[in-house]
């Protein structure tokens, strides 16, 4: 599930963009959780990094685009930022932003759909990292699409991946930032889990690849919103 955020105050626009999204997901099979926003400042309110693209307006009311992307920034470095303006010159500061397109008004659906799918390739090569881990036995490169969730006992973090496990020493509090926007979240301070291979959630116990983790009561709301914003359900579990 690709989760995007559509900041844009024209409606027509609005619906333009998520009729090409929908276009783009039946015909690439891509799933899209779309939140539209009229104005920066609702998009901004209590932003928690929770999406994957951002389309953004430059020309908006009140904070502009330009404005509310270096607060976005603020918050979150590794979004995808798409511009979306009727006059190219006015995108020209959104290398300040690390933005990677721009949409200049009006598009045709195949002009968008290219530039999604760069969007959407830049996505996937972040979302993949490998990372070589000393084990017991040597070096083990892991790939972060394969791994299920990192469990610490004591001084050794122990790596449980789609085709066995593999055990290094490590704290998760150096092993989190290596998985930053891998879809990565703790359910407690034992476990990193990959919500890529969340089953479900039933009280305090979260399904993983098909085994069953503890969630502590303290990190039980962040975890179960982070679950439904990765799946796009928008309901408590």
Known sequence: MIRVAI??????WAETLTSYLGRYSSENKTPFEIVRFANADSFLDGYRAEYDIVFMDIGLPGTSGME?????????????????????QFAVGGYEVDALDFIVKPMSYFTFAVKLKR???KIASKKETVLPIKTDTGTVNISSSELKYVEIMK???????????????????????LLTGCDFVRCNNCYL????FVKGISGYTVNVGGEELLISHPKRRDFVRAVNNYLGAGRNV
């Open 7 to 12: 900041v844009e105050d024209e409606n027509q």
């Open 68 to 88: 509310a992307a270096k607060k976005l920034r603020e918050k979150d470095k590794s979004v995808a930022l798409v511009f979306v303006t009727n006059m190219m």
């Open 119 to 121: 969007v959407m390739d």
């Open 155 to 177: 001084h050794y973090a122990v790596w449980h991946t789609t085709d066995g496990n593999h055990r290094s020493r490590g704290a998760l509090k150096d092993i989190e930032p």
């Open 193 to 196: 889990v990959n919500l890529k």
